[in-house]
């Protein structure tokens, strides 16, 4: 599979909000595959911790200043972020509901949580198209806003660009934050 020019760039929802994240924290992007949103973090001075199974995608990140790699199966074994927190967690085209609570319990106060990934209705565009790997109608938003967070933009449904998809995107915050967009 060739990925196109603009499937590397940091995905337009990431970069929107991204300058949201407080400046003196940690970023985790999860499920970080090759890392396009990892190296766009660091451009932006965020210390970036790049988690991903696939030992081959991480390659590109090792010496990547700013960029921590690690090799980790977020779906098996224990839970690699245990008592850890982080300013900003973003995470792109990823669900895997199990660890959704401990992943959430991981964003720090004050935190932001930048999340877009695919939903029902992705089945007829290919894949992903397990119901297991695709959000139902607001569920994000209803997981966030269960703890209090706030909303600072949500969206669900059809996007042509990179490429055609039924998606849910969500950006929220917990506790002030003050960015620096």
Request: aromatic share 8%; charged share 25%.
């Given at each position: 599979?060739?990925?196109?020019?603009?499937?590397s760039?940091?995905?337009?929802?990431v970069?929107?909000?991204a300058?949201?994240?407080?400046?003196?924290?940690e970023?985790?992007?999860?499920?970080?595959?090759?890392?396009?949103?990892?190296?766009?973090?660091?451009?932006?001075?965020?210390?970036?911790?790049a988690?991903?199974?696939?030992?081959?995608?991480?390659?590109?990140?090792?010496?990547?200043?700013?960029?921590?790699?690690?090799?980790a199966?977020?779906?098996?074994?224990?839970?690699?972020?245990?008592?850890?927190?982080?300013?900003?967690?973003?995470?792109?085209?990823?669900?895997?509901?199990?660890?959704?609570d401990e992943?959430?319990a991981?964003?720090a106060?004050?935190?932001?949580?930048i999340?877009?990934?695919?939903?029902?209705?992705?089945?007829?565009?290919?894949?992903?198209?397990?119901?297991?790997?695709?959000?139902?109608?607001?569920?994000?938003?209803?997981?966030?806003?269960?703890?209090?967070?706030?909303?600072?933009?949500?969206?669900?449904?059809?996007?042509?660009?990179?490429?055609?998809?039924?998606?849910?995107?969500l950006?929220?915050?917990?506790?002030?934050?003050?960015?620096?967009?």
């Open positions: 599979m060739t990925i196109s020019p603009e499937e760039r940091a995905s337009v929802w970069q929107r909000f300058g949201l994240i407080p400046a003196a924290g970023v985790l992007d999860l499920a970080c595959g090759t890392g396009r949103h990892a190296r766009f973090l660091a451009g932006l001075g965020y210390r970036v911790e988690v991903d199974r696939d030992s081959q995608a991480l390659v590109s990140l090792h010496g990547f200043g700013r960029v921590s790699a690690r090799r199966d977020l779906e098996a074994g224990a839970w690699p972020y245990d008592g850890q927190s982080f300013a900003g967690i973003v995470v792109s085209n990823y669900l895997f509901r199990p660890r959704l992943l959430l991981c964003l106060d004050p935190g932001v949580l999340y877009e990934t695919f939903m029902i209705g992705n089945e007829r565009h290919g894949r992903p198209s397990n119901p297991e790997f695709l959000l139902r109608s607001q569920e994000l938003l209803g997981r966030v806003q269960q703890r209090g967070w706030r909303v600072l933009a949500f969206e669900e449904g059809e996007i042509e660009r990179p490429r055609p998809a039924i998606v849910q995107r950006c929220a915050a917990r506790g002030a934050i003050a960015g620096r967009l």
